[in-house]
């Protein structure tokens, strides 16, 4: 009770809000009590401190970087197809071509993250990781979510500096698949060879995979620290949404 | 006739798509925004991330953006948001990290620091999460306690209380490294 009602004279004289009456008690409170004295001083401290400090200038790329990210996922965006939920079920060749244009998105950041800048869709495997070779990787971690019918399974696997999340799911139709990770962490591959993915967008800390019924595809991200950096994977179907962190 | 907010305007804009309109408001809020997640981060790197992340999810949600309400206050929430996320998943993994910002901090977050002044930033982030929040909210943003109260969902009263306690554990980890009253 005491200390609530030091509290409240405190908070009234730092905060500029105290009445004479309140000054007078806090003197005295002060002079008489060594307690009330030692967090005056602390709280004293606080207030002189913060006083002083002033704001940060953001970085100058700051801005350039956001609009940067902004036409990006604008042009990313324009290659999508129509949201799913509308679409009727017999519009394969759209569907086909979302794949292609997701397909080729993938291998562009692909290409673009590896450096291979010579890789045509004919040069690439119908199956296995296209993931460039890197350090030898443990594996960390998995986890599977279920919502209704709707299933995918996540692994990860990682190192000092990279880790991969391995992500095979299976949704009745339209599906969407979020890798979130520590902002510290870049994408640095996403295998392009897919099944049903299309349409793949990217944000600071963030993968979304949009599919069709089965999907299968992995991620690397390359930083310090990676094995020790969080990795959450959310699954949104039609029959609702499931989260989970892989774990060993 | 009375003519429109020129933010609003700007807002309209964009959620029409347009990037010029939107980099209007990144310009007007992006110093804000980074300073809010500076402090709750200790790290500018994360900080920059973290407002490159607000931004982008602002922008993708533009369309679901209440006009009704500030457009300050709903960008601000989500960058709170983000940082807190943040600052709560490193925190799992994150002993180490939390040594890596405190002890070994990049060239960049040294220049800040200087800014900053007297171990302000370091000793913030000896804070607890939720109290250095309510410094961050009340003294790097103003906010009244009323705000406070709305952006934690807590009363008022619990705010005052949370803040006094805050305050005296800064000024005691500011006195530990060597700053005393003047």
Redesign the interface.
């Known amino acids: 009770m005491m200390r ?1 009602s030091f ?2 004279l ?2 009234a004289a ?1 905060d500029g809000t105290a009445t004479p009456d309140q000054r007078r008690a806090l003197a005295a409170r002060l002079e008489t009590d060594a307690r009330s004295r030692a ?1 005056w ?10 006083a ?8 100058p790329e ?2 350039a ?3 940067r ?3 990006e ?2 042009a990313v965006r324009s290659m999508a197809p129509p949201p799913l939920a509308g679409m009727r079920r017999g519009l394969a060749l759209r569907l086909a071509s979302a794949f292609a244009a997701g397909c080729a998105a993938g291998i562009l950041v692909w290409t673009l993250a590896t450096g291979n800048r010579g890789a045509t869709i004919e040069h690439l495997p119908a199956g296995g990781t296209m993931l460039p070779p890197g350090q030898s990787l443990r594996p960390l971690g998995h986890v599977t979510l279920d919502s209704g019918t709707a299933r995918a399974i996540v692994e990860t696997r990682g190192g000092a500096s990279a880790i991969e999340a391995h992500i095979e799911a299976h949704a009745a139709g339209a599906g969407e698949m979020i890798v979130e990770f ?3 962490l870049e994408v640095q591959a996403l295998d392009p060879i897919q099944v049903g993915l299309l349409h793949v967008s990217f ?4 993968v979304t995979l949009e599919f069709s019924g089965d999907l299968r595809c992995a991620i690397r991200l390359h930083g310090t ?1 990676a094995d ?3 990795v ?1 994977v959310v699954m949104r179907s039609g029959n609702g949404t499931a989260k989970g962190v892989p774990k060993p | 006739m009375m003519s429109e907010d020129p933010e609003l305007a700007l807002i309209r804009c964009a959620q029409n798509g347009d990037g010029q309109a939107f980099e209007s408001l990144v310009d007007e809020y992006q110093g804000v925004l980074y300073n809010l997640a500076l402090r709750m981060t200790g790290s500018s790197e994360d900080a920059r991330d973290l407002t490159q992340t607000a931004f982008m999810k602002a922008w993708r949600n533009l369309a679901s953006y209440d006009p009704r309400h500030r457009f300050y206050s709903w960008i601000y929430r989500i960058t709170l948001n983000e940082s807190l996320n943040f600052v709560q998943r490193r925190r799992r993994h994150a002993e180490l990290d939390e040594r890596i910002v405190a002890t070994d901090p990049l060239p960049e977050d040294q220049a800040n620091r200087s800014e900053l002044g007297e171990h302000i930033q370091g000793a913030l982030m000896e804070l607890s999460i939720e109290y250095r929040l309510v410094i961050v909210l009340r003294h790097f943003h103003n906010l009244s306690y009323q705000e406070i109260g709305e952006v934690l969902a807590v009363p008022e009263k619990t705010v005052r209380s949370r803040l006094f306690t805050a305050r005296r554990r800064l000024g005691e980890v500011l006195r530990l490294r060597g700053v005393g009253p003047s």
Do not use: C, Q, W
């Open positions: 609530e509290e409240e405190a908070n730092l967090a001083t602390a709280l004293e401290i606080a207030f002189e401190a913060l002083r400090t002033r704001p940060v200038a953001p970085p700051l801005k970087a956001v609009m990210a902004i036409h996922d604008r520590d902002p510290a944000a600071p800390g963030r620290h020790e950096r969080s959450h």
